[in-house]
């Protein structure tokens, strides 16, 4: 997400400071010193334990940083004189199962956190409701569903869908292993989520909270047929229990009503694109290899 954000930015006119790469987000005064330095307009928080699945084998480190770290990012921001607008960047797995009858899902509706992840992340969404109610910091706060495009890790399901497609068609093998197929998730590309982020701290209202999201979900397993078909590869699908998370969402498919009523933004990368590009940039990393 940063690799976008940070040229997207640049690209408007913004000026941009990175924080460095050895600074951990948990380090309170590390962190403040660094802030109060800059003295920022607006914090976009990217910083996160980003894994769903490994969250529950490691909750407690799930939770030191996307509830700590965030806390630790809030206090930097109070310390800056000029009390920047601070976007943080939840998830819809915030929502956790939710009743075919109840979707799209809107930003109110209950949360119900299934994985350590989704609960690390709502204790994050309300300290940051905490810093703005009691303190009266500007943050705003955005729910990406699933965000996708080059440059994301082989941890996520579509790029690893991807390579996996690729590395069986080079090297003449019929079967991939795969995890759950059944489930429907409401992709959007990196580069429109970014566009939402930016448009949110320039029009957004603090306090608030805005799904980021096409308002469409589609199967993973017609993803992994999307992305089978654009390599002309016939692949059987095997099923992998250690692929397979303790417990995992059906559906979400957002409502993006809010968002776009606040900012005007739409979604303009197609689905279709997002995945010939990623298909793009596996090819050109497993040639290198």
Known sequence: MGS???????????????????????????????????????????????HVGRSW????????????????????????????????????????????????????????????????????????????????????????????????????????????????????RATIKVGNLSARRDFTDVRDVVRAYRLLVLSGEPGQVYNVCSGRDVAIKEVVQRLAALVDANLRLEPDPGLMRPADVAVLRGDPSRLVQATGWRPEVSLEQTLADVLAEWRETLVTR
């Open 57 to 172: 084998e490691h909750p407690e480190e799930a939770l030191r940083v996307n509830a700590l770290g965030t806390l630790a990012l809030l206090e930097a921001a109070r310390a800056c004189r000029g009390r920047p607008r601070v976007l943080l960047v939840s998830s819809a797995e915030v929502y956790g199962r939710v009743q075919p009858a109840d979707l799209p899902i809107g930003e109110d509706s209950p949360l119900r956190p299934v994985s350590p992840y989704a609960a690390s992340k709502v204790a994050a969404e309300f300290l940051g409701v905490q810093a703005h109610l009691a303190h009266g910091l500007a943050v705003l706060r955005a729910r990406p569903f699933n965000h996708v495009g080059p440059g994301q890790s082989p941890d996520f399901v579509v790029p690893a869908m991807a390579r996996r497609i690729l590395e069986a068609s080079r090297e003449g």
């Open 4 to 50: 976008w954000l940070v040229p997207h930015l640049r690209d408007l006119g913004d000026e941009v400071a990175e924080a460095p790469a050895d600074l951990d987000v948990t380090r309170g005064e590390a962190l403040k010193e660094v802030m109060v330095a800059w003295e920022p307009d607006a914090v976009y928080h990217l910083a996160a334990w980003s």
